[in-house]
């Protein structure tokens, strides 16, 4: 005879249990129709100790086994056993409701089929919930950097106390770093926004040839209301940078910074294009070529752009996305690149007979499949036969599809991180 047969006699063929203060005598029978379940292996346990690895625990008294559950699911579960089918708590988390279940001993096939449906749904957007967080969590650790980072401001504070002069150099930096700290350091923002526009509209007015000049020999020379706007404009990025650079908490984490290289690549070709004007007047043969690297390099102030991220929200976050969206990125470009080279291949077989087309070779097809698959469609070149225009079609389908695959991940990580950032810059505001 089991233990369960022991505590209660076959005359009785009940047992008492106790679920979170639901008390509820439960028949032998009825439960030995689901002997896989918890209250089916209870009837079998052949000793005390067997039995309290069932329940929570058991009182000989009254012969009650208590369980601390839930007891308004458990309702659900003396249906299941009257029944032989379970059914979907109303307003219980579907994760819950399979750890109940798992709990009891209950297997998802006994779910009834008005609730199937929804319980599979409710399921697989559960587990594509906990997907994207485990994605963002990884993807935020593994890349070494998250959008606090974006801001040293707050995590350096502390790195100031018993450093030289640290409460002058903690008070300039909340002042350079944080906009909503005072009136002086909104103020600060303001003026360095401002600069920086300025610089841009000057770059883009100095490629206008109205504002060429030129000297007595019809050379080509700087105009001197630009060129003095261009000394101003790096006189304060220049002060502004040592400045930032001698107030940091820490001198190589401020390098490190993404936003503050861009700041220094927006300055060094201002210098070395100095230097190399200036050794150009020696006229000595071994520089040469050093008029062309002055064009490259004062094209370099196109970097000046990409310091108004360090006053919008958003260009910071978008820059966090690219970062932590590298993946996806990287699929999109495998993928592309698949499509291209294999309709670029198609494309040329289909085209080569005809003479009116120009896609006569595998590489003007690689631009074809290029304009065709990320929907730019040029026009430049284009099929003209039959094969090629189904071809065509079938390309530009299948790009459709394949740039539409990973946006919509890039795009909720970009709304994640700049919800987020816009919280950190209203909390460094509040300070």
């Known amino acids: 005879m089991v233990y369960g047969q022991i505590l209660h006699p076959p005359r009785d063929c009940f047992i008492n249990v106790n679920v979170g203060g639901f008390k509820q005598q439960l028949g032998h029978a009825v439960l030995q129709r689901f002997p896989q379940t918890r209250l089916g292996r209870l009837l079998c346990c052949g000793s005390r100790e067997a039995a309290m690895e069932l329940c929570d625990d058991f009182s000989p008294s009254e012969m009650e086994y208590y369980f601390d559950r839930n007891p308004r699911f458990f309702r659900y ?15 219980l ?8 279940i798992e709990y009891w001993g209950i297997k998802k096939g006994h779910l ?9 749904e409710l399921m697989q957007l559960a587990e594509d919930k906990c997907w994207d967080q485990r994605s963002d969590e990884v993807q935020l650790h593994s890349s070494g950097s998250s959008v606090e980072e974006l801001s040293s401001s707050e995590d350096g504070e502390e790195m100031f106390e018993g450093s030289w002069c640290g409460n002058v150099r903690r008070s300039v930096w909340l002042r350079l770093e944080n906009p909503g700290f005072s009136t002086f350091a909104k103020a600060l923002a303001v003026a360095s926004l401002s600069v920086v526009i300025a610089s ?7 490629s206008m040839p109205d504002f060429h000049r030129v000297d007595l020999d019809e050379k080509e020379i700087e105009n001197p209301a630009l060129t ?12 502004e940078f040592v400045v930032r650079l001698l107030v940091a908490p820490s001198a190589r984490r401020f390098m490190c910074s993404p936003l503050n290289i861009i700041d220094l690549l927006s ?21 040469e070529n050093v008029g062309k690297v002055v064009q490259i390099l004062r094209l370099m102030r196109v970097f000046r752009i990409f310091k108004l991220a360090r006053h919008s929200a958003g260009l910071r976050s978008l820059g966090a996305t690219l970062r932590h969206s590298t993946r996806e990125v990287g699929l999109l470009v495998l993928f592309l690149s698949v499509g291209i080279s294999v309709f670029s291949a198609l494309i040329y077989c289909a085209e080569k007979e005809s003479q009116e087309s120009e896609l006569q070779t595998i590489p003007i097809g690689w631009w074809w499949a290029t304009i065709s698959m990320t929907t730019v469609g040029y026009g430049d070149t284009f099929p003209v036969t039959l ?20 946006i919509t991940n890039i795009f909720n990580k970009f709304s994640k991180l700049y919800q987020k950032r816009r919280h950190l810059d209203l909390k460094q505001s509040l300070k």
Do not use: R
């Open 200 to 206: 841009i509209v000057a770059m883009c007015v100095h």
């Open 112 to 120: 009834d089929c008005c609730c199937s449906g929804k319980f599979h």
């Open 228 to 239: 003095f706007f261009e000394y101003l404009c790096i006189v304060f990025f220049s002060v």
């Open 267 to 287: 300055i060094v070709p201002f210098f070395v294009t100095m230097t190399c004007d200036a050794l150009m007047e020696d006229d000595s043969t071994q520089l």
């Open 77 to 91: 579960v003396l249906n299941f056993y009257l029944t032989g089918k379970i059914h979907l708590v109303e307003g």
């Open 387 to 406: 094969a090629g225009k189904l071809i065509g079609t079938l390309c530009i389908v299948c790009g459709l599809l394949i740039v539409a695959l990973p």
């Open 93 to 100: 988390c579907v994760v819950s409701f399979c750890q109940e």
